[in-house]
């Protein structure tokens, strides 16, 4: 009979004054992954809210080893922060995903399953698909993200249908592959890392997530926003 | 080999139909020069279909909401019991 192999998983959640919501995220991850092997790995920004004290009393109440806290001094940008946390994970597998609630650990199951079932080397969320989903987005939010999606498919055929969305599961090696190539900040990194994957030929599967954006009415996407996309679109038109 | 190069080639193969096109007046000519023109505008058309379709056929999650809500009060109510202060949000 062979051995069925047991791996690990780093779940890497950068976060900046997500006080309440880490602790939120840390419950739902253990309720959601009781019989995986796995360990969060906090990447704060030097929080002024206490964020990284509500880490130390997780550390106490669900062990050292399973939530890591890699506190950097200040605001220093997404991109850096999964490499750091890259640099202290020790799973095979490394889980990005948001500190705010708005991707759900209860679809952490299903990215473990479908990377199991077709040896993929990334599974990504897709919010666009039948069974995922998004909630608290108004009519001019939906029809920004139709249009920039249309527009980047066309372009880029980047083989994916949710190109910014940031609730990814890749093998260890591929991440540390991809990172390294991407130079972009903000969502457009997020564009990146799955466009240079597809270049390289990385096996991408993708699975229905649900997105509820509590942060309505913050997150404006205001004329800057699209200039950067644009711009972020024709760079990585010329540079993948 | 670059993403932009293989479009690059697309275009240039176009291109070069549109102008064997053009020198072999199998359609008329007047025709012909028109072509470039209708292919983007029927693009635009078509990037206009798919966002208007894509707005309708936005999958939406209402529910979602309320089943975050529950799960929230859940976790919350966990952290208390086990001396996680969260303080009052």
């Not at chain 1, 009979?1 to 047991?6: D, H, L, T």
């Amino acid at each position: 009979m062979a051995e069925e192999k047991k791996y690990k998983y780093s779940i890497i959640v950068p976060t900046y004054n997500e006080r309440l919501n880490i602790a939120l995220i840390v419950y739902l991850i253990f309720k959601h992954l009781r019989d995986v092997d796995f360990e969060i790995i906090v990447v704060d920004d030097g929080s002024p809210d206490g964020t990284q004290e509500i880490v130390k009393q997780l550390q106490h109440l669900y062990g050292e080893d399973r939530i890591l806290l890699r506190a950097r001094a200040k605001k220093l940008g997404l991109g850096t922060a999964y490499i750091h946390g890259l640099k202290h994970a020790t799973g095979d597998f490394v889980v990005i995903m948001d500190a705010d609630l708005s991707h759900h650990p209860k679809y952490l199951p299903s990215f473990i399953k479908k990377q199991l079932e077709t040896n993929a080397s990334i599974v990504t969320g897709t919010r666009y698909v039948k069974g995922g989903g998004v909630h608290g987005w108004n009519l001019m939010r939906k029809l920004t993200s139709r249009g920039a999606n249309v527009l980047a498919q066309t372009l880029l055929w980047p083989g994916v249908s949710d190109l910014t969305g940031s609730f990814r599961l890749y093998k260890k090696s591929v991440l540390e592959d991809v990172i390294s190539s991407c130079v972009s900040k903000g969502y457009v990194f997020q564009m990146e890392m799955i466009v240079r994957a597809t270049r390289k030929g990385y096996h991408i599967e993708e699975v229905p997530i649900t997105f509820v954006d509590r942060v309505f009415g913050t997150s404006k996407l205001g004329g800057s926003e699209i200039v950067e996309y644009l711009k972020g679109l024709v760079y990585l038109l010329l540079t993948t | 080999m670059k993403h932009v190069v293989k479009i690059l080639s697309l275009v240039a193969a176009v291109s070069a139909f549109w102008i064997t096109l053009l020198q072999a007046a199998i359609v008329p000519q007047s025709f012909t020069w028109l072509l470039p023109i209708y292919f983007v505008v029927s693009l635009g058309c078509y990037g206009l279909l798919m966002v208007g379709i894509g707005i309708m056929q936005f999958p939406t999650c209402p529910q979602e909401a309320v089943l975050l809500n529950h799960d929230i009060a859940e976790a919350k109510d966990f952290l208390s019991t086990n001396g996680i202060d969260i303080g009052t949000y």
